[in-house]
């Protein structure tokens, strides 16, 4: 019967071990949700903290002449944010109160690099 029992857990800490194993390699490979590329009309949920009331986006212009254009949904705010051509890192803050979640939407660049702190 002892035997039985060790048997049986060696092979419950090797499912765990394998197991865990799958799960930690699975979080190793996800990106970072809060830095992403938007191409024409496509849109980007990113989760936030809903403790905090205001949240900072940073863009980058892949197009070296069109002007980019992303509007930002979150809470009660519906922002619309200009973003020049080539541009590196443009920064804009968005106060919209306590919210979980902020939506980008690009709506006239070919791509736009969004990277999202709070």
Known sequence: MKRKIK?????????????????????????????????????????????KTSFHAEYSNESDQT???????????????????NAFFQGETYDCGQTAEAIFKNIASPTIS????Q
């Not at 979080?27 to 936030?48: E, K, S």
């Not at 002007?67 to 051509?85: H, L, Y």
């Open 7 to 51: 048997v049986f857990t060696a092979f419950l800490l090797a499912v765990v071990l394998a197991f865990g194993s799958q799960v930690a390699s699975a979080f190793a490979d996800t990106p970072n949700p809060n830095r992403f590329q938007i191409t024409q009309g496509q849109q980007q949920t990113v989760i936030l903290d809903p403790t």
């Open 67 to 85: 002007q980019g254009i992303v509007k930002v949904e979150a809470n009660f705010c519906d922002q619309t944010t200009i973003i020049d051509p």
């Open 114 to 117: 969004v990277l999202v702190s």
